[in-house]
């Protein structure tokens, strides 16, 4: 049966096993994760927090992270200014990057989510507010929600994924993972195939020792 690992990343951490070719020593999934055989299904940028997808599956790892399916990932965003609702509208409607236009995605304001401390904390400047946004996209290019709302004039602070399709982190804390049996996937790999449905199976929360 397919593996499939869910794991809380911490900030600072490369979405990676090995880090061979730097001059310096940076943390890496292989400080936090030792199954064998599981790869990253996708990225998330080493300043970047949240959940990470890992799968022994290779079909399974490319469905997850091909933005065909549009598999909907939400991030909890803070962002430096005080927005209103209708500041967010762009998103929603679909921002123009320089790679292109963004699907419109799904954005609101939110109170400060309970989330854990970063470490380093985020650099705050009194004189400036921040709030934060939940915001759903169906799309995964590089370093998209940061663009994203830089675009309307709202630079991010923090970046943490809360959930992938119908995956989240609840439950789970920084550098833990939890480990589940993907039920379903959806993955439509030939002419007339059917697309499936997501789902899971929890498990028990797991830390390397």
């Known amino acids: 049966m397919s593996r499939l690992i869910l794991f809380n990343k911490p900030f600072d951490v490369l979405s990676q096993f090995t880090d061979a070719r730097s001059p310096t020593p940076r943390a890496t999934l292989s400080d936090f994760i030792d199954i064998p055989g599981v790869y990253p299904a996708g990225r998330l940028d080493r300043d970047s927090e949240g959940l990470l997808l890992l799968t022994d599956d290779g079909a399974l790892q490319a469905a997850i992270a091909d933005p065909r399916h549009k598999l909907p990932k939400t991030y909890l965003v803070q962002v430096e200014g005080a927005p209103l609702d209708a500041d967010l509208a762009p998103l929603r409607d679909g921002v123009t990057l320089a790679d292109g236009p963004c699907r419109p995605a799904m954005a609101r304001l939110i109170d400060p989510p309970a989330l854990w401390p970063r470490l380093p904390p985020v650099r705050f400047r009194k004189s400036v507010p921040d709030r934060w946004i939940e915001l759903t996209i169906t799309e995964g290019r590089n370093r998209q929600v940061r663009r994203m709302t830089a675009s309307i004039g709202l630079p ?40 499936r449905k997501v789902g899971h199976r929890g498990g028990k929360p797991h830390r390397r020792r």
Do not use: K, Q
Not at 168 to 189: K, Q
């Open 156 to 195: 991010c602070l923090r970046l943490v994924r809360w959930r992938i399709g119908d995956w989240s982190l609840d439950g789970i804390a920084p550098g833990e993972y939890r480990a589940v049996s993907p039920l379903h996937f959806g993955t439509n790999t030939s002419a007339g195939g059917a697309d």
